[in-house]
């Protein structure tokens, strides 16, 4: 019966497209808010209370000072973080292109500088998309989270230096392992300090190698979904990146990482850094997979790390990720609430501004669990009532008494994909349960079949412009997707696709839905461009051998490698013994063993590991140098034929 619906509506489109006309050129320009955009961000200003303005009082209390410059730059003088390039913002209070509650957001993330929360803690905030706290210990400061640059993760601690006290850091703490939380600890100590026990390292248990290996496997696609989420492809501007939610957006230095000296493996665990005492709660596979919160008795402070902040977060990150436990996440904010709601009367937080008074602790805390167990029960209801992702998404909405308050707002996450993430987390993202959609065409495949039973392009174009004339974005992108990926030259549907995803964006409350949208404009009007990301090099040098190797079974090309078996041996001085089998085309790796009968024998130091994997150098400039050395040249060079080489700058919006 669905079928034949199908077929019936296919028809009576097929008829009425050619009658279809829209007067406006089709150009590749950004476009006015329409007024449906206009009409719908008008809306969520009724439903929400913009007079409230306790938030910006709050984000400004114990303002001190703020970074002197325009701009934190590198030693090559290339600019990491850009302070200027929101002013736009702050001079505007109404800007149609931009959701008004995202524009809110936008203007408290707009406030930046040296902060003192209460005696003996103080923030940065608005030097990275984190933010960087200190607490005064006995001989120095105790840094957590330092950002994701040295440079700017530097430019923090030398304002707290210069406004507040001049004394060295004498530890640092990790609340988890995303890359902006740690990867700035070179600006604010060095390697040599803490292996002389002068600076002490405290993490979650897992810190290190999850932070390692989160971005291994699928680095590449993870990459360049994190250039659409973050807005890295979009000029700041008013039709253009304005916030990410939790933060403006990545600074772009190069992080580093240093391993923990203590580590925290259970709540209730009572640990201290230079004096000062803190008690952990323990957040694995919350919004990391290693993550912990702790209070600090004795400045009545809770440090809620990422579970908590003043935005809706990510049960499945657009960036990508493994998908988390909205469940869990729930429970660790409960327990957060009863063991010290009555206790603290200040929580920060890793992004955002401190929330301050127990009571107002004590609400936020109560009404964000209930938002994530909202979501992750009234999910399952509908799921097990045979609703399908896209339908329960588009169903769940928060009571008046979780909606409306501005924590819960979809800044960074969403209700909208929370829900298909928590149907995802319990029944996996690929398949709905229709059989219909059981083996799926190709995106090329399907849209040259939509464009064919449709009636041609020029018909699915004729019906995309009278979708936008009636504000219907949505129908619209997907009409138009489908002649893009069939037709990826037809210049006409790529703009008109551009501009029903730019309302979409100008439409969108959460900033990565707001970057997505928009660079899925510029990348159908402009093509793609690569653009300045976080480079990470400085933390792939630390990546074990064996861990390395696992990834080198994800680059194995299956058409090369299908006739060859080769067993290899690995020695890595200053490190270990390693061997591979390749056969079937699929490489198997292990750690301390090696072959009898291998075929290939490899030498290599770890020091020329590092340099290749940083690219300092190249292979052949180590092997020139007799730092790495084969047995067989010719089974060597079969060997490398099989592995392929990722660029990032791959089409999202385009096949």
């Not at 296919?10 to 950004?30: D, V």
Request: hydrophobic fraction near 40%.
């Amino acid at each position: 019966m669905l079928l034949k619906k199908s077929i019936v509506s296919l028809a009576i489109i097929s008829t009425l497209a050619p009658t279809l006309s829209f007067a406006a050129p089709i150009t590749n320009e950004p476009k006015d808010a329409s007024s449906f955009t206009i009409d719908k961000n008008e809306q969520l200003k009724q439903y929400l209370n913009f007079e409230n303005k306790s938030d910006f009082a709050d984000a400004s209390k114990g303002f001190i000072a703020t970074w002197p410059e325009k701009t934190i730059k590198d030693a090559q003088g290339n600019v990491v973080w850009d302070f200027s390039k929101y002013d736009f913002i702050d001079h505007n209070e109404d800007i149609q292109t931009i959701n008004p509650s995202l524009l809110r957001q936008a203007k408290l993330n707009n406030i930046d500088g040296l902060f003192k929360v209460k005696d003996g803690i103080y923030q940065v905030r608005g030097f990275d998309l984190s933010v960087m706290s200190f607490i005064r210990g006995d001989k120095g400061w105790i840094v957590i989270d330092p950002l994701i640059s040295p440079e700017t993760s530097a430019a923090g601690l030398q304002i707290l230096r210069k406004h507040v006290e001049d004394l060295p850091v004498t530890g640092v703490i990790f609340t988890h392992s995303h890359v902006d939380h740690f990867g700035g600890i070179l600006g604010v100590t060095s390697q040599e300090d803490i292996d002389a026990g002068n600076v002490d390292i405290l993490a979650p248990e897992g810190f290190f190698s999850h932070s390692i290996a989160e971005n291994l496997m699928a680095g590449t696609a993870m990459s360049r979904r994190a250039s659409y989420m973050y807005g890295n492809l979009l000029e700041a501007s008013s039709k253009g990146q304005v916030d990410g939610g939790l933060g403006k957006t990545t600074s772009s230095g190069a992080p580093g990482i240093v391993r923990a000296t203590h580590i925290a493996d259970h709540t209730g665990q009572k640990m201290s850094v230079d004096g000062v005492e803190l008690e952990v709660m323990m957040a694995q596979e919350s919004e990391a997979p290693s993550e912990f919160m702790f209070y600090f008795p004795q400045y009545k402070t809770l440090m809620a790390a990422e579970v908590m902040t003043h935005t809706v977060h990510n049960i499945s990150t657009l960036r990508g990720a493994k998908t988390r436990d909205a469940s869990s996440w729930a429970t660790y904010v409960d327990q957060a609430l009863h063991t010290y709601g009555s206790k603290a009367d200040t929580m920060i937080a890793s992004h955002h501004w401190p929330t301050f008074g127990k009571e107002k602790i004590q609400s936020q805390l109560e009404k964000t669990r209930d938002m994530y167990k909202f979501v992750h029960d009234q999910t399952l209801r509908l799921a097990n009532k045979g609703y399908t992702p896209n339908e329960i998404s588009a169903s769940i909405k928060l009571p008046d008494s979780l909606g409306k308050e501005w924590y819960n707002r979809g800044y960074y996450g969403t209700i909208s994909h929370n829900a298909r993430a928590t149907y995802d987390y319990y029944f996996g993202a690929w398949w709905d349960g229709n059989p219909a959609n059981l083996n799926p065409l190709t995106p090329s495949e399907q849209g040259a079949k939509y464009v064919e039973a449709i009636g041609g392009e020029d018909k699915v174009i004729a019906l995309a412009k009278t979708a936008i004339e009636n504000g219907e974005y949505r129908w619209a992108v997907t009409l138009l997707n489908n002649v893009t990926f069939a037709n990826p030259n037809n210049s006409d549907a790529r703009y008109l696709e551009a501009d029903a995803m730019e309302q979409l964006g100008y439409q969108a409350e959460s900033g990565p839905w707001r970057n997505y949208y928009l660079g899925g404009a510029k990348e159908l009007r402009d093509g793609i461009k690569p653009v300045p990301t976080p480079n990470t090099a400085a933390i792939a040098v630390n990546m074990p051998f064996a861990q390395f190797m696992k990834y080198l079974g994800v680059t194995i090309n299956p058409e090369v490698a299908k006739d060859m078996a080769l067993k290899v041996n690995i020695n890595v001085e200053g490190e270990g013994q390693y061997a591979m089998d390749l056969s079937h085309s699929v490489l198997k790796s292990y750690s301390d063993k090696q072959f009898e009968d291998a075929d290939l024998n490899i030498n290599l130091t770890r020091q020329a590991f590092e340099n290749m994997i940083t690219k300092k150098t190249t292979l052949n400039d180590e092997m020139k140098d007799g730092r790495f050395t084969v047995s067989d040249p010719a089974a060597f060079k079969q060997l490398m034929s099989v592995f392929e080489k990722f660029d990032m700058w791959f089409g999202v919006v385009t096949p």
